[in-house]
């Protein structure tokens, strides 16, 4: 089993949409949580960075973690065609683990 | 400021030769990351360097691969006798420290014909 699973997609929504990305995983120890936005040809760069259980907002986006469930989701509210990339979300245990996970990866474009 | 590099942006090399890829971190930034991402598919962690510490080079996948960090600033990662499964975009990612958030570069794209 992966230490992370994430649905590859790829996924196609209207502009304005809500976009609901997610990820499942198996090692309770993650502690650390984040998503990246990977343009074609482009280095991945952090969204968002949390930390435990919990909701965090910035802008457009929500990150949402649920570790009793090991799942986490990224919201992305009024979608925008600039959007359109691909999101990974990587984990980490912190403690002694300097080894971050990344998921496979979704692919969304948003169509104007 | 200027962000991660990594050179070459893009690199062809016949099967069986070595080849070197070469990441500069952001200054001050102690800890880096080796990544390789084939098509299709998510990171792949290969080695993390953090100050003066030993390596953790367990995400290298055969002794054909090393790499080296002088102090905390670039890092060269060598492919021996390459292969045509090795070819993807290794990605080299610095952050300030541990648990910080990483800042990646573009990615070198590494072809074995």
């Known amino acids: 089993q992966k230490e992370v699973e994430q649905d590859p997609g790829p996924l196609s929504v209207p502009e304005g949409a809500i976009v609901s990305l997610n990820c499942t995983y198996s090692n309770s120890a993650f502690q650390y949580f984040m998503w990246y936005r990977q343009y074609s040809r482009k280095g991945p760069e952090l969204l968002m960075y949390?930390?435990?259980?919990g909701n965090k907002e910035d802008g457009r986006f929500t990150a949402q973690v649920d570790k009793s469930s090991k799942y986490i989701s990224l919201f992305i509210r009024d979608s925008q065609p600039s959007d359109s990339a691909t999101y990974l979300c990587a984990m980490s245990r912190g403690n002694t683990g300097n080894q971050f996970y990344f998921g496979t990866g979704t692919s969304l474009t948003v169509i104007p | 400021g200027a962000g991660v590099s990594q050179s070459p942006s893009n690199k062809v090399t016949e099967k069986g030769k070595d080849v070197e890829l070469r990441c500069d971190p952001i200054?001050?930034?102690?800890?880096l990351y080796w990544y390789r991402q084939r098509l299709g598919q998510g990171l792949e962690f290969l080695i993390y360097f953090q100050g003066n510490s030993a390596p953790d080079k367990s995400g290298l996948p055969s002794d054909r691969f090393s790499a080296e960090r002088t102090g905390e600033s670039v890092s060269t990662l060598t492919i021996q006798r390459t292969q045509q499964e090795d070819s993807a975009v290794y990605l080299c990612?610095?952050?300030?420290?541990?648990?910080?958030?990483?800042?990646f570069g573009p990615g070198t794209r590494l072809t074995v014909l």
């Open positions: 949390t930390y435990s259980s």
């Open positions: 990612a610095s952050s300030l420290a541990v648990y910080n958030e990483q800042f």
């Open positions: 200054s001050g930034h102690t800890a």
